[in-house]
């Protein structure tokens, strides 16, 4: 796996998730999960868990003997972290790990008026010069000032169908140059919240935040992670984000979101 994928999964992982980013940084190939919690004071249960998700992830690893078998201590597996991370500075995880972000979606059948969705968290200044340095992925899309409004939508619904949403860049061209916006963030924020009731159903909400970057301001579309509940469509079709790329679910994909299981 490309380390850049790992840095933006390590970046969803920690966003908002402080304690997890602190089981990760005590991860040595030395350590069992008993002795991380008797370090940082957590039930071991806890600990547990946020090993696993970031062993999902492929952050971290077992670690294992010249025979090839787990390495235990206490009873507990000692893991690892994964090569391509193991050397990288905290401040690539870091800034994400201590903001905590939760979006307010209000479901269309509604029985529940409102509920928290965890989704990506708002980068840095920093942060944000990382991603346009590295480019867009299944996180990150850029888009130059003047996009039409629709063609933002449809990027939007499709984020809005993947596990953890996405983050759109207005004002940053596709090789990452930070150009800046050409619309003030409450003259693009209408125009889309506008372009979203038109297009896009079920209703869906987003957030629109002006971040100043290298003395250019840019709008930032934050969406949230899927719901696994509704299902979103762009005029009528169901489009999905794949790496870098929109396409149109297949009937296969469709069903998979419609029993509330994860495409992407």
């Known amino acids: ?35 991380i919690a008797r370090k940082i004071g957590r039930p071991l249960s806890s600990i547990l868990q946020d090993l696993q998700k970031t062993r999902d992830m492929g952050l971290i690893l077992p670690k294992r003997d010249k025979q090839g078998d787990i390495v235990k201590k206490d009873g507990s597996i000692v893991h690892e972290k994964d ?24 479901k269309v059948a509604g ?19 990382d991603i346009c340095r590295e480019g867009e992925d299944q996180l990150y899309e850029f888009k130059r000032a003047g996009t039409e409004t629709r063609t933002l939508s449809k990027e939007i619904s499709a984020f ?16 990452g140059t930070i150009a800046g916006s050409d619309k003030r963030r409450q003259e693009l924020d209408q125009s889309i919240q506008n372009s979203i009731r038109n297009t896009i159903d ?32 762009y005029e009528g079709r169901l489009y999905i984000r ?18 509330g299981e994860f495409v992407v």
């Not at 870098?244 to 029993?259: G, I, W």
Request: proline letters at 5%.
């Open 160 to 175: 809005a169908n993947t596990k953890f949403g996405g983050l759109i860049f207005y004002g940053v061209e596709d090789d």
């Open 111 to 129: 029985k529940l008026a409102d509920r928290k969705i965890k989704g990506p968290g708002l980068p840095t200044e920093t942060c944000i010069l």
């Open 202 to 233: 079920p209703a869906l909400t987003v957030d629109i935040i002006e971040k100043d970057v290298m003395r250019q301001k840019i709008i930032i579309i934050r969406i949230p992670a899927w719901s696994r509940k509704d299902v979103y469509r």
């Open 1 to 35: 796996m490309e380390i850049q994928e790992l840095i933006a999964r390590g970046r969803l992982l920690f966003s908002g998730a402080p304690k997890r980013f602190e089981v990760f940084n005590l991860v040595n190939g030395k350590r069992s999960a008993k002795d």
């Open 242 to 259: 794949k790496g870098t790329n929109v396409f149109e679910a297949t009937s296969d994909e469709a069903k998979k979101l419609y029993k």
């Open 83 to 106: 090569p391509a991370v193991r050397h990288l500075p905290k401040t690539y995880f870091e800034d994400f790990a201590k903001v905590v972000k939760t979006y307010q979606h209000k």
